[in-house]
């Protein structure tokens, strides 16, 4: 079901949908266990023995870093998980054998995207509508998943935060993705999953906000998808095939 407010008199035309990535475009794009298993595997092909509960730690060092990025609105990079977490070992490396671990994660499968994903947003360039992204990463693995699945010619702009610094909320990196696109605030609407980052975030920059309900894994486990009674979506979905209900009532 979808539900949406009223469309309000004099409001421009739909010419643009932007996308969040984890638990929009994707069903997961961050398992801390996972890339923790990766970094012991890398480093055991040169005879670095990290302790078995590696991949523990790499979570809750990952966990105080988002912290930390929540409080400033400032990417970390990826690197900078992995040397905090690898600190805590005392197991001595080199960067060259890190650099290798990095572009491990940065094709690992646990990045999946979402089925509907493709047609939904053939759909909307068959509508004539300009299509973005804007993601809060620490590193190009949302990039590289949406180059593997053949679904990179269909975005007009993509803005990551560990290009541009500046994470969602704040409102600067959405106001990058709008001069990308070349729009107004009120011709766009913004799709995700996480409402303190992403309604708010979108609504402070002008943008009507789309809260999609189907969230990311690892996010939902952490209870950060779901919605506040003082967050007020403009517009509620389930899933992205309702996503292109919605947009035929705007366009």
């Known amino acids: 079901m979808i539900r949406f407010k009223d469309l309000r008199k004099g409001e421009r035309m739909l010419k643009a949908v932007i996308f969040d990535f984890g638990g929009v475009i994707s069903t997961s794009c961050w398992d801390p266990i996972e890339i923790g298993k990766i970094i012991m595997h890398v480093f055991s092909k ?3 023995k990290l302790p078995s509960n590696f991949p523990k730690i790499f979570q809750e060092v990952s966990d105080k870093i988002f912290d930390k990025m929540r409080e400033t609105d400032l990417e970390y990079e990826l690197k900078d998980f992995f040397i905090a977490a690898l ?26 995207i979402r089925e509907e994903a493709l047609p939904v947003l053939q759909k909307l360039k068959e509508m004539n509508l300009k299509v973005g992204l804007i993601s809060n990463t620490p590193d ?12 990179y010619d269909y975005f007009d702009a993509i803005v990551l935060s560990c290009w541009t610094r500046i994470r969602k909320p704040h409102p600067g990196i959405f106001k990058i993705a709008l001069r990308k696109l070349d729009i107004d605030p009120s011709e766009a609407i913004y799709v995700g999953d996480i409402p303190k980052m992403d309604i708010l975030g979108a609504q402070n ?42 947009v035929m009532t705007l366009s």
Not at 215 to 220: A, D, I, K
């Open 87 to 112: 600190l805590k070992t005392g197991v001595v490396f080199e960067n060259d054998i890190l650099e290798e671990a990095l572009e491990v994660v940065r094709s690992a499968s646990f990045c999946k």
């Open 205 to 246: 920059a002008g943008i009507r906000a789309v809260w999609i309900k189907a969230g990311e894994s690892y996010w939902v486990g952490k209870g950060v998808t779901t919605l506040p009674e003082d967050i007020k979506p403009d517009f509620v979905i389930n899933n992205l095939w309702d996503l292109v209900e919605l």
């Open 46 to 48: 040169y005879g670095k």
């Open 140 to 151: 190009v693995h949302p990039l590289r998943a949406i180059l593997r699945d053949n679904l």
